[in-house]
Structures are given as structure tokens and as C-alpha cells.
């Protein structure tokens, strides 16, 4: 059974900084394409950034360089590291895998293993 499990999720300030981090048992993630997508309430999911097996990564606009996406394929976990934190940031973090990559664009419905999510809260 594939479980993916999301933790780091926090309340901080804007300005600061989270890493969270996509903990996946039941699946060896060196052969998955990995993601981090978000929901605020009352709006439509966001792709945040993915991860190909060989390392190549795709990192929305609005997040790009201050989020970092990773992988520790030997921890089989993915990591999102996150700074200058803004109050648009705030919403449920959803980490997700897939046995096939995508290329230029993130898309959602590719993925078929989903975490439960991690909350992040960022205050102005």
C-alpha cells in the first residue's frame, strides 16, 4: 500500500522560512516523478513545483526562487523548502507522486498517489 505523509506544515510570519517534507512507504520514489501542489480555502488547486527521477525540476511563477524542491531518494522523501514566505502562501500542502513525468508543465491529473496534506499559515 502507497502511503505518502506531508509534515512541516506551520504558522510563521511573512518573511520566513518552512521546509516540509513528503515521508513515502510502500513505493520507491528514485523511479517517480514527485509533486507539491496547494489549496487555499475557497480557490482552485495550485501546482506548486515537481521533481523528475533524474533530478530535472519544474517550479510554478509565483513561487519561483523561493521555493526549492528535492528529493532524498534514499530516505525516499521529497522536501520543499520554502523562504520569503507571503501571505498568499498560505494553504494545504499536498505532496503526490507519479510513475509518469511530464515535461514544461506540471499537471495534476497525472498523479495517482496523494499525502493527506500539511497546513501552512503565513501571517503579514
Known amino acids: 500500500q502507497v502511503q505518502l505523509v506531508e509534515s512541516g506544515g506551520d504558522s510563521v510570519q511573512s518573511g520566513g522560512s518552512l521546509r516540509l517534507s513528503c515521508a513515502a512507504s510502500?513505493?520507491?520514489?528514485?523511479?517517480?516523478?514527485l509533486g507539491w501542489f496547494r489549496q487555499a480555502p475557497e480557490k482552485e488547486p495550485e501546482d506548486v513545483a515537481q521533481?523528475?527521477?533524474?533530478?530535472?525540476?519544474i517550479v510554478t511563477a509565483s513561487v519561483k526562487g523561493r521555493f526549492t524542491i528535492s528529493r532524498d531518494n534514499a530516505k525516499n522523501t521529497l522536501f520543499l523548502q520554502m523562504n520569503s514566505l507571503k501571505p498568499e502562501d498560505t494553504a494545504m500542502y499536498y505532496c503526490?507522486?507519479?510513475?509518469?513525468?511530464?515535461?514544461?508543465?506540471?499537471?495534476?491529473?497525472?498523479?495517482?498517489?496523494w499525502g493527506r496534506g500539511t497546513q501552512v499559515t503565513v501571517s503579514s
Open positions: 503526490a507522486a507519479s510513475r509518469w513525468c511530464t515535461v514544461a508543465t506540471i499537471i495534476p491529473s497525472v498523479y495517482n498517489y
Open positions: 521533481i523528475d527521477p533524474d533530478g530535472s525540476t
Open positions: 510502500g513505493v520507491t520514489i528514485s523511479n517517480y516523478c
